[in-house]
C-alpha cells in the first residue's frame, strides 16, 4: 500500500486547507485510514481516522468542531477538511493505513499500530 499525502501550505490563523490522502496498491474500503501530525520537538500524535467498515470516525479533542475527516472510495482518497486553523495546529501532517481490525480507539492514541505511511505534507499556520 502506497500513501500520498498532499495539500499541506501556509495559511493565516483562522483559514482553511484540505488535505488528501490518496491511496493505491490497495482500496481504502479495506483499510482504516488515520491523520497524525508532528509539531518539533513534539511526539506524533492522533488527530482523526476513519473505519471502513462503518464510516465511524474520531477526532482528536484539540481538533473537534474544526477538521473533518471524509472519504471518497470512488477516487481510494481519504480528506481532512481543516476549518478555524490556529498556529498551534503547525505541523506535518501525515495519512496512514491500517487493515479494519485495527479499532479508530486505538489507531488515534498509538500510531505505532498503522502499517503503512506516507511522506508528510507540512502546515504552517501563521498568527
Known amino acids: 500500500v502506497q500513501l500520498q499525502a498532499s495539500g499541506g501550505g501556509l495559511v493565516q490563523a483562522g483559514g482553511s486547507l484540505r488535505l488528501s490522502c490518496a491511496a493505491s496498491?490497495?482500496?481504502?474500503?479495506?483499510?482504516?485510514i488515520g491523520w497524525f501530525r508532528q509539531a518539533p520537538g513534539k511526539e506524533r500524535e492522533g488527530v482523526s481516522c476513519i473505519e471502513s467498515a462503518d464510516g465511524t470516525t474520531y477526532y482528536a479533542d484539540s481538533v473537534k468542531g474544526r477538521f473533518t475527516i471524509s472519504s471518497d472510495n470512488a477516487k481510494n482518497t481519504v480528506y481532512l477538511q481543516m476549518n478555524s486553523l490556529k498556529p498551534e495546529d503547525t505541523a506535518v501532517y501525515y495519512c496512514a493505513a491500517v487493515g479494519q481490525q485495527i479499532l479508530g480507539v486505538l489507531i488515534m492514541n498509538a500510531p505505532d499500530v498503522m502499517d503503512y505511511w506516507g511522506k508528510g505534507t507540512q502546515v504552517t499556520v501563521s498568527s
Open positions: 496498491g490497495s482500496s481504502i474500503e479495506d483499510l482504516n
